[in-house]
């Protein structure tokens, strides 16, 4: 499901594959994993998302089951 227009509150991550995670404002109540297909992905959502919370600007995010799939800046 989209969610449109959100703050990023906080990103993390860790020196392994995949291991990505970022609060977005009204999202969830916790913590959601960056998690595409590959490695890159997970990357390019990291950069997208840390941007957004480094220079206060909106997303879009696309979340299924705890997990961000796609994102948008704005």
């Known amino acids: 499901m989209w969610h449109n227009n959100k703050a990023v509150v906080r990103t993390h991550v860790k020196n392994g594959s995949q291991q990505a995670w970022a ?24 950069t997208i998302l840390s941007v957004a919370l480094a220079n206060n600007r909106k997303v879009d995010v696309y979340v299924v089951g705890n997990e961000i799939s796609q994102a948008t800046l704005r």
């Open 23 to 46: 609060i977005v404002q009204g999202v969830s109540s916790g913590w959601l994993r960056i998690k595409p297909a590959v490695a890159d992905g997970v990357s390019n959502l990291n």
